[in-house]
């Protein structure tokens, strides 16, 4: 079973890292695209899409520390 939370750890917390920083350089982007003065939607919906999917790669992390416990409990 072990082997199981491993497999689990691991992707969650590979996914969850990939979608943190691909969410954080989204909306960091959308804070260029506002100081340099931009229409409003374009910067707002993709701030609005960074934060989405910053918030997943959160819940992919956090789903993982879970599995991490398990391992701990268990080994």
Known sequence: MEKKYRKLWFRRGAIGCTLIGAGLSITLDALAHRLSDADWWVW???????LVVFI????????AVRYRVHMDREG
């Open 44 to 50: 707002a919906g993709e701030g609005t899409a960074g």
């Open 56 to 63: 997943a790669g959160l819940a992919f992390f956090g789903d």
